[in-house]
């Protein structure tokens, strides 16, 4: 759709629904719904399968680094949502913080995770401001 | 110290040793050997204590945060990891790390870790580039 | 609230008013409105006073660090402002900017910082790019 | 204006339109219409039009440095796009979205490029993770 | 490794080379030789090999994102540089430099790069220093 | 020069001495160093001289956002100090608090300075975490 008074174009994309989606798509967000338990997918599934390499790429990332580990599905949310506060990503700290909350978070342990970001955002910009080397012992 | 031919001057901070420190810097220090145990102060206080408020303000803040609470200490010191990693800030990985292994973390929950931190950062920059709205049931 | 068509739950925190308040954040709010001579506290304390301990340890920085010192108010303003704008914080800048207008700030002044603040960006990342080498008289 | 329940100030610039624009501003409005072929001035110009020699400068730097040269004008707008979109503009993703896709850039091309800068935000961060070296033959 | 008189471990990973290399990682190895038509891996694969998964699922993403599509090869990696200039990631930025070139980027062509790198930064800060609003035609 | 055995070329730029200088670069060196008074260009210049006109473009902006105006020279390099530290520049804190020294900036004033960076990017952050909505009076 182009607006010729301005001579611009509206430009990015719009999520998908159930019924636009393709065989591969569909196939994808069927898994999301299953291995997810819910019924309705998020705008973020919705709207990455605008490329639908991408929506299997991450979906697949998903699910082999998100699974239980050395670390369990609860500390690796709130790593994300530690990551996602840095990046000031909005849509990812409040959709990683809802995952977190079905896998245990309580809203004590969020606000202790938010002073800790807090902090290590401080002390980062401390380390660069006085331009401190690495000991030795940590080379 | 002034270099002529540059008009330039050595312009950022030296770590203090122990010789150097006031008498607040170094009640500080002593504090950091005796709860940390350990006899040698790195350089990230050495460096910092050039500001002595600045010391005594972030041990303060460290104590108060990274101590025991809803989260247990290693978890914190994997979130404080993960923004280091997030934000490039080398000494602070290196010197989290090594608090982290000391408080149990293995290499294998390292690794997975960093592969939290790879896949949030792509995630939270899918979400800008494709300017994905916040689901209504996230707001 | 669990929205159980999407499995979600609604996860952050909303700002506390007066009359939810705690005693210890009841005091440390008296003590904001007093010391800026303000009848309404901001959404920025009323927001992170669900944790109390973050509450008590900003404001107790912010009025450590934000007083007159060798850099008057006004500059200190002005480089929150500056760092605001370069982490792309909304509230931040729009805040900080209502206080450095009532330090003094006029929209020239404003003006000029945001031409320093682009400026500053663009070097930094000219820097990055050409990979250049910390001259020797820097070291 | 001043809301003294708050003491605060409203602080930030409004976009400047054509009647209240001075004679300096409306010059470089009126460059900027006939090199775009519009008749309208969006609002980033409207709004640091409010500081006309960073108008002035931010134009002809644009103008210096995304004409065709050896790479052509497209491949510019996408460079311009994938910065954009690692710093979180969405005004700038937005409107160079537009203006490459006025240059002939099509979804396909979106997408594939939202696809690389995923994918550099992420090994990004595993090189800062892991603390790869530089390799010899790179240096 | 612990150093008693500071209470630390060295912590990070080392490159993993041929010899030490499991039959797994070997075997991305070879993939990465043949395809690039090299005969030394470089220390990006060799560390994160520490992670064979983080490993084996990085160079597949980067065979389907950064292979031929409705952008060339040469354009790809264009992008990828100027990701890693904003992110200022020394070695990603030295290594695709190095691919680009193979791929036919001239000098003339990484200056250009650099520039729009550089004014991007400046102006998306700009964009979030003055708060720019996003135009109607743009959403 | 090309490495046959990792197929490698060496890809970026080096700094340019007066020898190897245009005419159009020497002009720019030569009112280096009469404005700033000093005989030898620093690392900085002589490497962006790769690209003359990022040369001329950048020591143009400079000049003109750097001087006095309503803020004066040493408040204006405060501010390139703070915005450095920010984005982790070496170089950009180094010069710039070389360039504050010559024109006034104590120790004292730098470590303040330090103290509101650290602030600042810790307010930034929980800011975001805690999603702290605007005010109706800051809008």
């Known amino acids: 759709m182009i607006n010729p008074k301005y001579g611009g174009t509206m430009t ?3 999520p998908i629904d159930d019924k636009k989606a393709s065989v591969k798509v569909k196939k994808i967000f069927n898994k999301i719904k299953k291995e997810r ?3 309705v997918i998020s705008n973020f ?3 990455i399968a605008n490329d639908p390499n991408t929506l299997e790429r991450t979906w697949n990332s998903l699910c082999q680094i998100m699974r239980k580990g050395a670390l369990n599905q609860l500390t690796k949310e709130l790593l994300y949502i530690a990551v996602s506060m840095t990046n ?3 849509y990812c700290i409040r959709s990683h913080a809802a995952a977190a909350k079905k896998k ?3 809203d004590k342990m969020l606000k202790e995770l938010i002073a800790v970001v807090g902090l290590a955002n401080e002390t980062n910009r401390l380390v660069e401001s006085y331009q401190v080397e690495v000991d030795d012992y940590l080379k």
């Open 45 to 47: 599934w919705r709207t």
């Open 104 to 106: 245990g978070m309580t």
């Open 88 to 90: 000031s990503c909005e």
């Open 12 to 14: 990015l994309f719009k």
């Open 37 to 39: 338990k819910i019924k």
